[in-house]
């Protein structure tokens, strides 16, 4: 049995949750949504180079996902019009441009078709490589072509074949944040706007004024699809990035969103302070310890004021 540094497991009756076992301990959460003739793939984690085991025989996150969704039989098709057999054709969306998400998407450049956000281009066309901290981490940042710039609430088709998903635009935790909801199986990919018990990161790059008014959209995009989906008796669920896949996504926003507000009065538990790339960094996190958020103390002032709030951040700390 060949050893990875990648788990596989359903999700549900299309999709497969892979997580990458890192040496940054990212965790990252990668999921694949199947069809008949595509593969959707939604992130592809930190890259080859960065096993937690380095010894481990499979490091590509492709070659993994490929070969066990062989073994289940849904890797290739039949061409009716020529009765050949291919492999499916990759479609690869990139919830926002961090390496922890795009650290292996340089093994789908040259054959799939990728999506990113409109929102921000020159966040990604520009300097990449600083603003998805693959120059701090040291990991190659990859070069590749985007097949198409994603835009607010459009319902995603490719080659006539309806995706049954839909595009949010998304910027807080980065101007190109996007999430997707998947219609036929009720989940919210929220990447790292939304999830539990680490504090979402609000760094160099981050906005906190945008990224509240990202929770309040969608907020009320979700609570929509709820109560369309009230007669089957079901609710939206979150998969993110990280830690969450089967949150009640309606729930985690307004937990979020609470815990939004009390950092920004200053009334959350300050957790930790701490020095990161020479910056100041406050945690805070809701009494109940499962959301919050990890800012850099010049982003939470800048909210801070934009708001109308006056406490006063507790010094910096030296590292």
């Not at 049995?1 to 990252?28: A, G, R």
């Not at 009765?83 to 998400?101: A, P, R, S």
């Not at 995706?163 to 980065?174: D, F, V």
């Not at 101007?175 to 018990?197: N, T």
């Amino acid at each position: 049995m060949t050893t990875s540094c990648f788990s596989f497991t359903p999700l549900n009756k299309s999709t497969y949750k892979v997580v990458q076992d890192d040496s940054l301990n990212e965790l990252p959460f990668i999921y694949v949504k199947v069809y008949p003739t595509l593969l959707v793939l939604i992130d592809t984690g930190c890259g080859p180079n960065h096993a937690k085991d380095p010894s481990v025989e499979e490091k590509s996150i492709r070659r993994f996902i490929e070969s066990n969704l062989e073994k289940e039989g849904k890797l290739k098709y039949v061409d009716p019009e020529t009765n050949e057999t291919k492999n499916k054709h990759w479609l690869v969306f990139i919830t926002h441009t961090h390496y922890d998400h795009i650290g292996g998407l340089f093994e789908f450049a040259d054959d799939s078709s990728i999506f990113v956000s409109g929102y921000s281009q020159e966040y990604i066309l520009k300097d990449l490589g600083c603003n998805s901290l693959c120059c701090a981490f040291n990991i190659p940042t990859p070069k590749f072509t985007v097949s198409h710039w994603l835009e607010q609430n459009e319902h995603l088709t490719f080659n006539g074949v309806d995706l049954h998903l839909e595009a949010l635009i998304t910027p807080g935790h980065t101007p190109d944040e996007i999430a997707l909801y998947d219609s036929e199986e009720h989940v919210f990919y929220a990447g790292d706007s939304l999830y539990e018990v680490l504090p979402i990161y609000i760094i160099e790059t981050s906005n906190m004024i945008e990224y509240i008014a990202s929770l309040d959209m969608m907020l009320k995009y979700v609570q929509d699809k709820n109560k369309q989906l009230e007669p089957l008796g079901v609710r939206v669920t979150t998969a993110s990035g990280h830690i969450t896949d089967s949150a009640d996504t309606e729930k985690l926003i307004i937990e979020t969103q609470e815990c939004f507000w009390q950092t920004l009065k200053g009334k959350a538990v300050l957790t930790e302070q701490k020095v990161m790339r020479e910056k100041n960094l406050l945690i805070y996190m809701n009494e109940a310890n499962n959301v919050g958020f990890m800012c850099i103390d010049t982003k939470l002032e800048e909210a801070k004021k934009h708001f109308g709030f006056e406490w006063q951040l507790p010094a910096p700390v030296s590292a």
